[in-house]
């Protein structure tokens, strides 16, 4: 009953309020309806959708875990690559940020498993240019009948970071950079076959000025969860909370904490071909912003997942779209190689 009064209260007021004021508004209660819905599903054995996080090249030096892969294997580990092309303009009262920027990104992962216990190491390199894709994705766009949210218009190949409050620069580079980021050590605690608990911390490896560290330690806490709907049909997600270190290009601007969770769906078209389809959140990391870059940020993942690839090894290979244009990265390609108990 509650969970069909919601949806009528929802729908009513679709129609009233924006896309992102109705989410804003519902985020909690859908939340609570959905946790509802995973612990009435039944058990099935753990296990991580995509260990995606968002790639806003102004937010990437602060810590949104990416989920750590998991296997009934003692030692298991995964290789990914992520580039993320992104435009946006965006001016509201006394705030400007331009982002115009290639993202490249290599995540590698390793897991160990003892008893009910998860240990987890996650390093990165980062490499921030001007690239050569925009062409590229303003075709994609077209194909889709996505909007362009300006790029159609900017010069092609380019790279510039800007940001501006109250008449004060804090970010302005045309410089692409590359690095070391920061490295993530994770605890997970095997609660039940359906739920983990996670503790995280990120180490500072990185430089700031490179826009791949916050020159801190983040603390993160997340409860993950699994359960089957059907034989050919999985749920999972991640709800958690991260406190970052002050510190960094935008130290200033930080909230004391923010938000996190993943929401996600694996569909078993047969034992060698699966789907996945996953949105990924995370609420303001930036204080006091009435600009979109910095607003709450909703993704939505599409994966082909090939589980038996070869002896032992998955391949994931997957993108990302900003659900609401300018609240997240335009798009991102990613593919990733794991290793699994066979």
Partial sequence: MQTLALVHEFLDTSGKLSQMEVLKRYKHRLLTVLLTLFSSCA???????????????????????????????AWSYSHALYITNTYQIDQSGSEQAIVDVENTRYDFQANYNFKLWHFNLNTSLIDNSSGFMDQTIERWHDFFGLPQGGRDSAINDQLKLYYEKNGQVLVDSETAGHGLADLQ????YQYNETFQLWVAAELPMGSSYDFISNDGVDIAAWLSFTSSVNEKTELYGTLGMVIPHKGGLLKNQLNSHYEIGELGMRYILNPNVHLLLQGDYHSPIIKDSNLDVFDHSFQAQFALRLPKIMDGLQLDVFFSEDLFPGYAPDITFSIRISTVEL
């Fill in 43 to 73: 058990l099935a054995q753990s296990s991580i959708g995509l260990p995606t996080r968002s790639q806003n090249p102004l937010l990437q030096g602060y810590f949104v875990p990416s989920a750590p892969h998991t296997d009934t294997s």
């Fill in 185 to 188: 050590l994770g605890l997970g």
